[in-house]
């Protein structure tokens, strides 16, 4: 049980999930914010499927996620591309059921994601990419202790527009200092 009082599922990720994730995705801009340009739009069950196909391999290259609580999935992350040769992994496809959002359950499921890579699978390295806009991801990312290093400029395109994707990690060092350990202190804060 967490600090905020929900249960959090590490593995196995149960499919019967999916339909409630994909219901918090309204929209291709939506989709794409998101999880860039995994899916296509209009996204279907059967992307999702064949997406997670790589979490079911003898050596994963994709870890899958959930928050639930009274039986009810309310927020989802995946740690993928797993580089054995380099300890390193991406943070993604984070969400939060929208009815859900500014409760520091993003934050929270993170810390737990951070404790499996830094932990069970030992990575160095773990990053993301988020666009430039997307305030709460990026206070929810520095909060946990990920830092900026660089930005891939106009690197998305939805409609007529370009977005700029920043590039965030964390060290494995940095994680062990505390950065992204959750503590008492930084929970209560
Ligand atoms: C991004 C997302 C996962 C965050 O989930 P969450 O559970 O609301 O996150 P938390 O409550 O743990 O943290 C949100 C932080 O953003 C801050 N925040 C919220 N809206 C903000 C805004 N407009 N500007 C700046 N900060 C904002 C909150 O204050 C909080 O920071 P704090 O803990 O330092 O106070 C959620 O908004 C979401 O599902 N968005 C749609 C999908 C998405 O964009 N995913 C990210 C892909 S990279």
Redesign the pocket.
């Known amino acids: 049980m967490s600090p905020l009082g929900v249960a959090v599922e590490v593995l196995p990720f149960k499919m019967k999930y999916i339909p409630a994730i994909m219901s ?1 995705v309204k929209t291709e801009a ?1 989709m794409v ?2 999880a860039g340009h995994a899916f296509v739009w209009p996204m279907t069950q059967r992307q999702f499927h064949e997406h997670l196909r790589e979490s079911k391999a003898r050596l994963p290259s994709l870890y899958p996620f959930a928050l639930w609580n009274r039986g009810r999935v309310f ?1 989802y992350c995946e740690l993928a591309n797993h580089q054995r040769n380099s300890s390193s992994a991406m943070l ?5 059921a ?1 009815r ?9 499921m993170i810390r737990e994601v951070l404790r499996f890579g830094f932990g069970d699978l030992g990575l160095n390295r773990i990053w ?4 430039d806009f ?7 990312y520095q ?1 946990v202790g990920f830092v900026f290093e660089g930005t891939l400029r106009q690197s998305a395109k939805l409609g007529g527009s370009y977005w700029n994707c920043h590039v965030m990690s964390i060290l494995r060092n940095e994680w062990m200092n505390g950065h992204g350990v959750t503590t008492a202190q930084q929970q209560s804060g």
């Open positions: 918090w939506d914010q998101w927020a993604s496809r984070v969400i939060v929208p859900r959002r500014d409760k520091g359950y993003a934050t929270f993301l990419g988020v666009f997307n305030k709460a991801a990026i206070a929810c909060r």
